[in-house]
Nanobody, 123 residues
Framework: VQLQASGGGLVQAGDSLRLSCAAS????????MGWFRQAPGKERDFVAANSWSGSRTVYADSVKGRFTISRDNAKNMLYLQMNSLKPEDSAVYYC?????????????????WGQGTLVTVSS
């Protein structure tokens, strides 16, 4: 599966942004999906993930209550709604797919990665 993330940009603290991830192929619904982010000089960290159907989700503590992951299997799309953004949310955001049912938090259990989209939150 090929993944293409989009929707990043420059916003102010407190604003909202929605990231999208378009997946190719006809088996999107067979992959657990996740979002990760990487700030300059830091490791790529888990943000959110959901299961094949999207019925189960898990979030990093730092984004819980502010971010929402969702998917539309009919459209082969994954989303990350980000509300109440903070400067510390600034990073390159990556979508990823795993053959496991999900939700999966471990980065090394993901098989496919998108190219990333940059989110910058100014204070």
């Amino acid at each position: 599966v090929q993944l293409q993330a989009s929707g990043g940009g420059l916003v102010q603290a407190g604003d909202s942004l929605r990231l999208s991830c378009a997946a190719s192929g006809r088996t999107f619904s067979s992959y657990g999906m996740g979002w990760f982010r990487q700030a300059p000089g830091k490791e790529r960290d888990f943000v959110a993930a959901n299961s094949w159907s999207g019925s189960r989700t898990v979030y990093a503590d730092s984004v819980k209550g502010r971010f929402t992951i969702s998917r539309d299997n009919a459209k082969n799309m994954l989303y990350l709604q980000m509300n109440s953004l903070k400067p510390e949310d600034s990073a390159v955001y990556y979508c990823a797919a795993t053959r496991l049912v999900g939700p999966i938090t471990r980065r090394d259990e993901y098989d496919y990665w998108g190219q990333g989209t940059l989110v910058t939150v100014s204070s």
